[in-house]
């Protein structure tokens, strides 16, 4: 745990192992992408289909050498799952505005991310719900 929570501290993003989660993509043993999130998330605005607790993630983070090769979508999809199994209704996701913030918005509709309808919001905030759970 002490690589990821290097990585978290050097991408300037919040380390709380007490409920948050970080998961990790490895390659040959070295960490190649990661994504910060929470599963006790509040989406602020009106635009949330289900009552808290919400998913939020956070960061997604992959190597540029290893990027375009699915290691974001698998982590994005790991954590949708981690909803599920937690009850967790639905997962929202607010791209950084930037200059790249349409090529982020298109890659969270691609891992199944919808437009967050909330008038005023200045964000583009994008939101799924996880896989109903299976009881056995």
Known sequence: MGELRALAVRAGVA??????????????GVVVGWLSG????????????VPPPHGYVQAV????AHRRAGIGRA??????????????????????????VEARVQWLAACGFRPV????????????????????
């Open 15 to 28: 380390y709380a192992p007490d409920g948050d989660v970080l998961l990790a993509a490895e390659d040959d």
């Open 38 to 49: 929470t599963l006790a998330g509040v989406y602020p605005g009106p635009g949330a289909p």
């Open 61 to 64: 983070v992959v190597d540029p």
């Open 75 to 100: 982590l994005v999809e790991e954590f949708v799952a981690a909803a599920s199994r937690a009850g967790v209704g639905w997962v929202f996701a607010v791209p950084d505005e930037d200059l790249e």
């Open 117 to 136: 309808v909330d008038p005023g919001e200045r964000w583009p905030a994008m939101g799924r719900r996880p896989p109903l759970r299976t009881g056995h």
